[in-house]
């Protein structure tokens, strides 16, 4: 099955600088890669996704690239604010398998 | 609008108690799932709902029993359950199976 592994665990920046978390996959059949930010307390939010016919999808300061060849994808976060500090998952999902998830990154921006 | 919705956002029960979890969407979503979310960890999938039908059971306990009584709500039954049990349940929505998924806030369970 689907193994998705994910670095760093924890992240610290500075507020305004950015901020890249990695996520690797093993089924090559995988074909749809979201990521999800979870606050504390709260459920985990869809804050972007990507499909595999796509090598790359911005959404204001938020884009994911995705290398198929190699099997890994990356969410970048730029300009970074405290409000951006937060766990944050990748997943990928093959075909109508269920959603695997990576172990999460807990991201800290600094003031 | 992609909202999810669960009651109760806490729960404290007993390990002799019966209690219930309930989910709602109003997406016109045919997927719904449970997730379980310990601390530090990322969800673990319990169950999917595809069209009303049980899909999947990812040989979750018998003591945890879900319900979809229509296409909008997902419930989740719990019965003797073990301090272990403690969890962030989280519901989840899809339009189809492979389709991007929106998640509730979840539900705090907390069993003593």
């Known amino acids: 099955g689907e193994n998705v592994e994910q670095h760093p665990s924890t992240l610290s920046v500075q507020e305004g600088d950015s901020a890249v978390i990695k996520c690797t996959y093993s089924?090559?059949?995988?074909?749809?890669f979201p990521w999800y930010k979870q606050e504390l307390g709260k459920g985990p939010q869809l804050i972007i996704d990507?499909?595999?016919?796509?090598g790359e999808k911005k959404d204001q300061r938020i884009a994911v690239t995705l290398n198929k060849t190699a099997k890994h994808f990356s969410l970048h976060i730029t300009e970074t604010q405290p409000e951006d500090s937060a766990v944050y998952f990748c997943?990928?999902?093959?075909?109508?398998?269920?959603?695997?998830f990576g172990k999460g990154t807990r991201l800290s921006v600094i003031a | 609008d992609t909202e999810v919705t669960q009651t109760p956002k806490h729960l404290v029960m007993g390990m002799t108690n019966k209690k219930s979890l309930k989910c709602e969407q109003h997406?016109?979503?045919?997927?719904m799932y449970w997730y379980k979310q310990k601390a530090k960890k990322p969800p673990e999938l319990m169950f999917v709902?595809?069209?009303?039908?049980?899909?999947i059971n990812e040989s979750v306990p018998s003591r945890f029993s879900p319900e979809c009584p229509n296409s909008s709500l997902l419930n989740l039954h719990l019965h003797a359950l073990q301090p272990e049990d403690s969890a962030l349940y989280l519901c989840?929505?899809?339009?189809?199976?492979?389709?991007?998924?929106?998640f509730g806030p979840g539900t705090r369970l907390t069993v003593t």
């Open positions: 990507i499909r595999s016919n796509v």
């Open positions: 089924d090559s059949a995988s074909n749809y």
């Open positions: 997943a990928a999902i093959s075909g109508n398998t269920p959603l695997v």
């Open positions: 989840a929505s899809s339009q189809n199976p492979g389709y991007e998924q929106y």
């Open positions: 709902y595809s069209y009303e039908k049980l899909s």
């Open positions: 997406m016109g979503h045919r997927a």
